[in-house]
């Protein structure tokens, strides 16, 4: 490869994309190529997710997550609006089992006010009259911007815009190392004066070869989701549990998808490499340190570790995953959850020296590469502006 690149992007998940669209409409004498190791745009997090547009209210208000959540809802939706891309703004309820979630979801209303996104606690009575079929105790809290959309459709619909306007992709293309400003890879060499990692799962590794992202390794969950394929009536809206704050998942909810489909999920069941999908793409070199990094997490439990890898195994029970999302509803057919939808892995940052799940977005990079670290949910809702930030605050300018 004998071209020279002002910019090169690894990876063509939604940050990557979004990197590519800033890059060009800021400094639009920009080169700019995109490289993934995968056939198309979009093959993982990106195109496996649940195409939830988070409204900003699990985020505390220090927070990156914060900082986007509530500005990326609104630009995405706009930015769908633009290329006819359909969005379903069927909202959210957020609802309690007992007192003591009623509590938290006072604090998830705190947070998202101090956020600057539209949210408020409702009464059971009004949950009702939202969504009929919802079951809560004695409160609710209802995040009308919530809505759902394709994502696979959105990263297409990005990588065809920067097609025209001159951004270069080369799939099918790994990143091998680096020497300078020389990028190696199984398709050849690239020269650039800048590298751009957006590598998701293999985010960590590429930064470590930078000298970036020392003290952080990938742990991979798995998220699974089950298709409500009965009919598309029984939910007209989004239901989540209350989440346990002192982790980053989300708990088993119902989403209702832009086509209008329901279905329950995701589960963070930990795996053993980070494309565990399914027992394909197999490697010896990720099954080690990953295994070693889940035993001491087991016995130390920290962060609850142990008790919820313990919870998560289970929900490979179908009847135990069903049975969690039958608590926020009044009357769901168990029978109706017939299939499996494509399978997603959380690319979940790990703090090796704390021992600890990071739980905002991570930068990191110096003035020839910057690496982004941790863009799990709600980075797909925050993907437009969180690129512009990353761009102002640590591209060189062109």
């Given at each position: 490869?004998?071209?020279?690149?002002?910019?090169?992007?690894?990876?063509?998940?939604?940050?990557?994309?979004?990197?590519?669209?800033?890059?060009?409409?800021?400094?639009?004498?920009?080169?700019?190529?995109?490289?993934?190791?995968?056939?198309?745009?979009g093959c993982h997090a990106s195109g496996r997710n649940s195409g939830v547009l988070h409204s900003g209210f699990y985020y505390t208000s220090d927070s990156l997550k914060a900082k986007f959540t509530v500005e990326?809802?609104?630009?995405?939706?706009?930015?769908?609006?633009?290329?006819?891309?359909?969005?379903?703004?069927?909202?959210?309820?957020?609802?309690?089992?007992?007192?003591?979630?009623?509590?938290?979801?006072?604090?998830?209303?705190?947070?998202?006010?101090?956020?600057?996104?539209?949210?408020?606690?409702?009464?059971?009575?009004?949950?009702?009259?939202?969504?009929?079929?919802?079951?809560?105790?004695?409160?609710?809290?209802?995040?009308?911007?919530?809505?759902?959309?394709?994502?696979?459709?959105?990263?297409?619909?990005?990588?065809?815009?920067?097609?025209?306007?001159?951004?270069?992709?080369?799939?099918?293309?790994?990143?091998?190392?680096?020497?300078?400003?020389?990028?190696?890879?199984?398709?050849?060499?690239?020269?650039?004066?800048?590298?751009?990692?957006?590598?998701?799962?293999?985010?960590?590794?590429?930064?470590?070869?930078?000298?970036?992202?020392?003290?952080?390794?990938?742990?991979?969950?798995?998220?699974?989701?089950?298709?409500?394929?009965?009919?598309?009536?029984?939910?007209?809206?989004?239901?989540?549990?209350?989440?346990?704050?002192?982790?980053?998942?989300?708990?088993?909810?119902?989403?209702?998808?832009?086509?209008?489909?329901?279905?329950?999920?995701?589960?963070?069941?930990?795996?053993?490499?980070?494309?565990?999908?399914?027992?394909?793409?197999?490697?010896?070199?990720?099954?080690?340190?990953?295994?070693?990094?889940?035993?001491?997490?087991?016995?130390?439990?920290?962060?609850?570790?142990?008790?919820?890898?313990?919870?998560?195994?289970?929900?490979?029970?179908?009847?135990?995953?069903?049975?969690?999302?039958?608590?926020?509803?009044?009357?769901?057919?168990?029978?109706?959850?017939?299939?499996?939808?494509?399978?997603?892995?959380?690319?979940?940052?790990?703090?090796?020296?704390?021992?600890?799940?990071?739980?905002?977005?991570?930068?990191?990079?110096?003035?020839?590469?910057?690496?982004?670290?941790?863009?799990?949910?709600?980075?797909?809702?925050?993907?437009?502006?969180?690129?512009?930030?990353?761009?102002?605050?640590?591209?060189?300018?062109?």
């Open positions: 490869m004998n071209k020279e690149y002002t910019h090169l992007i690894i990876g063509s998940g939604i940050i990557g994309l979004a990197m590519a669209r800033a890059i060009f409409f800021n400094q639009p004498k920009s080169k700019i190529i995109i490289i993934d190791k995968e056939k198309t745009e990326g809802n609104r630009h995405l939706k706009e930015f769908c609006r633009q290329h006819h891309i359909p969005v379903n703004e069927c909202g959210k309820l957020v609802v309690a089992q007992n007192e003591d979630e009623v509590e938290t979801l006072y604090e998830l209303e705190r947070r998202g006010q101090k956020n600057g996104c539209h949210i408020k606690i409702i009464e059971e009575a009004q949950a009702r009259e939202l969504e009929p079929n919802v079951k809560t105790h004695q409160k609710a809290l209802y995040a009308p911007d919530t809505a759902s959309v394709d994502p696979l459709v959105i990263c297409q619909t990005l990588k065809n815009t920067l097609f025209d306007h001159g951004v270069e992709f080369s799939f099918d293309t790994k990143y091998l190392s680096h020497r300078k400003n020389v990028i190696q890879t199984d398709k050849g060499e690239f020269h650039t004066a800048f590298v751009i990692n957006c590598a998701g799962l293999y985010a960590d590794r590429i930064a470590r070869d930078f000298g970036f992202g020392q003290q952080y390794t990938i742990l991979p969950f798995k998220g699974l989701y089950l298709k409500y394929t009965k009919n598309t009536t029984d939910i007209r809206m989004n239901i989540y549990p209350v989440p346990n704050l002192k982790n980053p998942f989300l708990g088993v909810h119902f989403t209702k998808t832009v086509t209008g489909q329901i279905k329950i999920g995701p589960t963070a069941i930990p795996v053993f490499w980070r494309e565990q999908y399914d027992n394909s793409r197999f490697k010896w070199d990720e099954f080690w340190p990953i295994l070693g990094d889940q035993t001491r997490l087991l016995i130390t439990n920290a962060f609850g570790f142990r008790d919820l890898s313990f919870e998560e195994i289970k929900k490979y029970n179908k009847d135990y995953f069903i049975r969690l999302a039958q608590n926020m509803v009044l009357d769901i057919d168990p029978k109706g959850f017939s299939e499996y939808t494509l399978p997603g892995i959380r690319a979940q940052l790990l703090n090796k020296k704390s021992f600890e799940l990071v739980q905002d977005f991570i930068i990191e990079g110096d003035h020839k590469s910057v690496h982004i670290l941790n863009a799990v949910s709600p980075a797909f809702t925050c993907a437009l502006p969180f690129s512009e930030y990353v761009l102002q605050k640590y591209l060189p300018k062109v």
